[in-house]
């Protein structure tokens, strides 16, 4: 993996190559963003860099053979740690990612390193409501694996996706390690909800935020990936909302049929929120709550898209928007109920209940709340 082959985030890559060349390289590192930005694939290509024998031009060679098996994920001085889990596990049994390293290989390659945490759990078959964790159990591989000798590597590397999925034990076990390194070590977490990390992790750690792709790098994917008419290019980058995931969807129609389910439930709620119809929210709030997790959060991006581009509509913006077809009919006349008092309270809304499913909130509870929440906000401006 190297920087050449992660999409846009040029100022990063290049931050990057200027840490490592100038010998400034933090033993702890936080890379912060969603999946669809490359947030993975980016610390891997700086690993690469960082361990390439022949790096030039301000890259790695990718030929050598660290090149090669950090780019497989199989070098003998990186170690990887990511949640896991799978269904019908025991009582006490013990569940690692070495067992699910093949695995993870799999869909690193497959991927190109841009998976959401959802897609691997689904690799792992965990259905709807299981979850991938770290376990105290992990952490005490981790310090096992550190401990060994170098095999040549100009830094032993621990990577760890997703820290926010270890138990309380497990990040304590980890700040430990942490506030004492070994020489030469270098700990890598990719978190996609940093606040979910121990106060003392983030203290330790230097942060670097994987940004958003600019619409201006996803349209140039878009056509990059065979879309040929340039406002749809343009569309698409924008929808995709600085993700090169959701861009796959849109581009290949995966998320049509998803996307109008997510576009019933948006107008159902505000259907019944303008017309003070309380107990039938209720109802509504039941049906949201039958989604999967991945399909929920889905659906809350798509209601905060929806409510601002119905609040450019009341803004008479409506020529700079991207609607068309029911979308664009249905918010033209939802459009005067959302305004500038209700707006930045309406995204919040929508902000809190998607905290709230990430940290496991009881799916009925958070959109009965949300959903009464909302209809007190929704009112002709």
């Known amino acids: 993996m190297r920087f050449a082959d992660i999409i846009g985030q040029e100022e990063l890559k290049a931050h990057l190559v200027r840490s490592v060349d100038r010998g400034r390289v933090s033993h702890a590192q936080l890379f912060t963003g969603q999946a669809g930005a490359g947030a993975l694939a980016l610390a891997v290509a700086y690993v690469q860099y960082l361990n390439c024998r022949h790096r030039t031009g301000g890259d790695s060679c990718g030929e050598c053979p660290d090149c090669r098996q950090i780019a497989a994920l199989a070098h ?18 013990a569940v690692r990612s070495d067992d ?35 376990a105290a159990r992990e952490a005490d591989e981790i310090i096992r694996k550190l401990s060994f000798k170098s095999f040549g590597a100009s830094y032993k590397t621990m990577l760890v996706w997703l820290p926010e ?17 070994w020489e030469r070590t270098l700990f890598l977490l990719i978190s996609e909800q940093p ?24 349209e140039a994917e878009a056509r990059r990936r065979g879309v040929s008419d340039p406002v749809q290019a343009r569309n698409m980058a924008r929808l995709a909302g600085g993700s090169v995931l959701e861009l796959a969807h849109l581009v290949s129609g995966e998320t049509d049929a998803q996307r109008k389910e997510h ?28 989604l999967s997790r991945e399909q929920q959060r889905g659906f809350l991006r798509d209601a905060a898209r929806l409510l601002r581009e119905s609040y450019m509509l009341h803004a008479g913006l409506g020529r700079i928007g991207y609607l068309w077809g029911a979308e664009l009919a249905f918010c033209s006349k939802f459009a005067p109920f959302v305004g500038s008092e209700n707006i930045e309270p309406l995204i919040d809304e929508i902000e809190s209940a998607a905290a709230q499913l990430s940290q496991n ?21």
């Open 165 to 181: 999925t270890m138990n309380e034990e497990a990040a304590n076990k980890i700040l430990k390690i942490l506030e004492e390194p």
């Open 361 to 381: 909130g009881n799916p009925t509870i958070v959109f009965t709340h949300f959903a009464l929440s909302v209809s007190k906000m929704i009112k002709h401006l």
């Open 100 to 134: 699910f390293l093949p695995l993870f290989r799999e869909q690193f390659a497959a991927s190109g390193g841009y998976f959401s945490p959802q897609q691997w759990y689904d690799r792992l078959d965990l259905g709807r409501t299981l979850k991938g964790m770290i």
């Open 195 to 218: 606040d979910r990390l121990l106060p003392t992790i983030l203290s330790r750690t230097q942060e670097v935020a994987v940004p958003r792709l600019t619409p201006e790098v996803l």
């Open 76 to 93: 003998p001085d990186l170690h990887l740690v990511f949640p896991v889990n799978k269904q019908g596990k025991k009582s006490g049994e």
């Open 263 to 290: 576009f019933d439930l948006f107008c159902g709620l505000m259907r019944l929120s303008y017309n003070d119809k309380h107990l039938e929210l209720v109802g509504w709030a039941e049906e949201a709550a039958q």
